[in-house]
């Protein structure tokens, strides 16, 4: 498989041995990397494990060709023509009656969205997305550092921040699945997830307000935090995980399972109406084992 362009990037990071036209290198991609660029006819690309994207090692060369300029810097539609893909440096302002097609592709840009809709696929570098109003359709991924802001308007469904990305949500829905990988945060603080929210190894959860409407699960290296809002249906604690609650409902199923990490903050604690002793002063820890049967209560902080 041979890509011919320009602005090559793994993880970020210009590729080698491609700074005169014509010059060939052979790339072998490594697992969870990124690999941006911009095709000979003005393109922007991503490929990635995180999107099932298969390249095995000895198949992929990377082949330096004229690509456009990347202009404007940018975009205000409908007014201006919907774009290819944005490019290093250039912002892209999409209105109602504009959007954007499927498998759209950014890099080291920023994508505005107060209405009209982002086509499935998309997939996002190091690149700022905000969405206040109009749809973000399913398979949404960001990877690199980038940060998805949606305070209206609706995403999904089956969006995943990877790689050390950012997903605030402080209005709006997130439907169905939202999943956290290694590195990257997810703070809620309103809105709606409406379905599953998932955290994976070295990934971090805040929920501060908002509701995720059916459920949380916390997997293992994961780690969340909350402290408000609401977690409908089920939470489950897998092995090795981090959890700590400090205020906020829960549904019918709590789930912390052998090997999680599940702090409880507050006070009032006592388990078959007897209190829980040790937890005298503020900042008191106890570990707690709670039998079959028995039932904990208590107030969170």
Same mark, same amino acid.
């Given at each position: 498989?041979?890509?011919?362009?320009?602005?090559?990037?793994?993880?970020?990071? !210009?590729?080698?041995?491609?700074?005169?036209? =014509?010059?060939?290198?052979?790339?072998?991609?490594?697992?969870?990397?990124? #690999?941006?660029?911009?095709?000979?006819?003005?393109?922007?690309?991503?490929?990635?494990?995180?999107?099932?994207?298969? *390249?095995a090692?000895?198949?992929?060369?990377?082949?330096?060709?004229?690509? !456009?300029?990347?202009?404007p810097?940018?975009?205000?539609?409908?007014a201006?023509?919907?774009?290819? =893909?944005?490019?290093?440096?250039?912002?892209l302002? #999409?209105?109602? =009656?504009?959007?954007?097609?499927?498998?759209?592709?950014?890099?080291?840009?920023?994508?505005?969205?107060?209405?009209?809709?982002?086509?499935?696929?998309?997939?996002?570098?190091?690149?700022?997305?905000? #969405?206040?109003s109009g749809?973000?359709?399913?398979?949404?991924?960001?990877?690199?550092?980038?940060?998805?802001?949606?305070?209206?308007?609706?995403?999904?469904p089956?969006?995943?921040?990877?790689?050390?990305?950012?997903v605030?949500?402080?209005?709006?829905?997130v439907?169905?699945?939202?999943?956290?990988?290694?590195?990257?945060?997810?703070?809620?603080?309103?809105?709606?997830?409406?379905?599953?929210?998932?955290?994976?190894?070295?990934?971090?959860?805040?929920?501060?307000?908002?509701?995720?409407?059916?459920?949380?699960?916390? =997997?293992?290296?994961?780690?969340?935090?909350?402290?408000?809002?609401?977690?409908?249906?089920?939470?489950?604690?897998?092995?090795?995980?981090?959890?700590?609650?400090?205020?906020?409902?829960?549904?019918?199923?709590f789930?912390? %399972?052998?090997?999680?990490?599940?702090? *409880?903050?507050?006070?009032?604690?006592?388990?078959?109406g007897?209190?829980?002793?040790?937890?005298?002063?503020?900042?008191?820890?106890?570990? %707690?084992?709670?039998?079959?049967?028995?039932?904990?209560?208590?107030? %969170?902080?």
């Amino acid at each position: 498989v041979v890509l011919i362009g320009g602005e090559f990037q793994l993880d970020g990071v !210009p590729v080698a041995g491609l700074d005169l036209i =014509g010059n060939s290198v052979g790339l072998n991609l490594p697992q969870g990397s990124v #690999l941006s660029g911009t095709y000979a006819d003005g393109t922007a690309f991503i490929y990635s494990s995180g999107n099932s994207d298969v *390249l095995a090692d000895g198949t992929l060369t990377l082949s330096a060709a004229a690509v !456009p300029v990347a202009a404007p810097l940018v975009f205000n539609s409908p007014a201006d023509d919907v774009p290819m =893909g944005l490019r290093s440096g250039q912002t892209l302002n #999409l209105s109602g =009656g504009a959007d954007l097609p499927d498998y759209f592709a950014a890099f080291d840009a920023t994508l505005n969205v107060v209405g009209g809709g982002v086509g499935r696929d998309t997939e996002v570098a190091n690149t700022s997305v905000s #969405l206040t109003s109009g749809s973000v359709a399913s398979g949404f991924r960001a990877y690199l550092g980038s940060t998805l802001d949606v305070s209206g308007g609706t995403v999904g469904p089956f969006a995943s921040v990877q790689s050390g990305s950012t997903v605030n949500v402080s209005g709006g829905s997130v439907a169905s699945f939202l999943g956290i990988g290694s590195g990257s945060t997810a703070n809620i603080s309103g809105g709606l997830v409406d379905s599953y929210l998932s955290v994976g190894s070295g990934g971090t959860v805040n929920i501060s307000g908002g509701v995720v409407g059916l459920g949380v699960t916390a =997997g293992p290296g994961g780690t969340v935090r909350i402290s408000g809002g609401a977690v409908g249906r089920s939470f489950d604690a897998e092995s090795g995980s981090v959890v700590e609650i400090s205020g906020g409902t829960m549904g019918w199923s709590f789930k912390a %399972l052998t090997g999680s990490d599940v702090n *409880l903050i507050g006070g009032e604690f006592q388990l078959d109406g007897v209190p829980v002793s040790g937890l005298n002063v503020a900042g008191d820890t106890v570990g %707690l084992e709670v039998p079959g049967d028995s039932v904990l209560t208590g107030t %969170l902080a």
